[in-house]
């Protein structure tokens, strides 16, 4: 699916964290969502690599990067540490500043890098996401049946692990096949390569303790933000797919610019999985906004 990208393994603060990078120009970071991994990016990749140094990492408890052990605090899957894992393998690659593409659960993380390292990060663009303090904060029915799987991964252990366990391709497929494309929105290989990494021993308590740290810890972080008066000083561009439950159940630019201090951004005719639903789109806006 990456023909003319190199893997490489990255030691990050806690683990292996393994990546793929391709291309020439500015550095880009990729950053996947759930229950996914870097294969997300499949159908961009290469076009972006004709402008910029394509970095995409699989998240740590993601993809064939480490497994990590957690705590009671769920510290080790804040966003705050996941953002780390990234600054080490951008680091790794000898890039200093970058720009940052990302969705779902990798734009979580990418808003705590932005947020933390504000002298890496150029610019952002994150996918059909709202701020994750503002999600819990005004959750309405509507959006607890359509992100069902939130509010099931921040219950106690053993529980969902062990249902996820039980049946780890029923999981992702469950998950991915219920929203407006439905499995067909995913090329084969890729959703081949979600279903494998799924199955790795350890997927199951780290996708829950991601879930669990944003629940909590990350909440702690966020919070701190707002109080401090924190926004983001970077350009951002918030895309989001019309037919998604974010862009149903929230102001998305309303409450990013609240986050954020120059923001801009649109809904797409796709669902969650923009990349994979509407790549040549994504394209669009990524050459508009990114700089070469």
């Given amino acids: ?41 499949h159908a961009v990749a290469g076009e972006l690599a004709r402008a910029f140094t394509v970095v995409m990492v699989d998240l740590r408890g993601y993809g064939d990067s480490a497994r990590v052990a957690s705590d009671v605090e769920h510290r080790a899957y804040s966003k705050r540490e ?25 734009a979580r993380v990418a808003h705590r890098l932005a947020a933390d390292h504000p002298d890496a990060v150029k610019r ?22 359509a992100y069902w799987h939130w509010f099931f991964l921040i219950q106690p252990p053993p529980l969902p692990e062990a249902l996820i366990e039980s049946d780890p391709v029923r999981y ?14 995913f090329a084969p290989a890729a959703l081949a390569e979600y279903e494998r990494c799924a199955q790795i021993p350890g997927t199951a308590a780290s996708i829950c ?43 998305v630019l309303d409450l990013w610019r609240e986050r954020a201090q120059e923001v801009s951004g649109m809904s797409l005719p796709c669902g969650h999985y923009i990349a994979e639903e509407a790549p040549a789109l994504l394209l669009t806006q990524a050459f508009d906004f990114f700089k070469p």
């Fill in 1 to 41: 699916m990456f023909e003319g990208f190199s893997a490489r393994d990255v030691e990050g603060p806690a683990g292996k964290l393994h990546t793929l990078r391709g291309g020439s120009g500015a550095p880009l970071l990729l950053l996947h969502g759930h229950p996914q991994t870097h294969a997300m990016w």
């Fill in 82 to 106: 996941m953002a780390q894992d990234a600054m080490a393998v951008m680091k790794a690659y000898g890039f200093e500043r970058f720009q940052v593409l990302a969705h779902d659960r990798g």
């Fill in 124 to 145: 952002l663009m994150l996918l059909d996401i709202a701020p994750t303090l503002a999600m819990y904060d005004t959750t309405t029915d509507a959006f607890a049946r």
């Fill in 172 to 185: 992702v497929r469950s998950v991915m096949g219920k929203r407006h494309a439905g499995l067909a929105a």
């Fill in 209 to 251: 303790e991601d879930y669990r740290a944003s629940a909590t810890i990350d909440l702690v972080h966020d919070r701190a933000d707002v109080a401090a008066g924190l926004r983001l000083a970077q350009p951002l561009r918030v895309l989001w797919g019309e037919h998604g439950a974010v862009g149903q159940c929230f102001l």
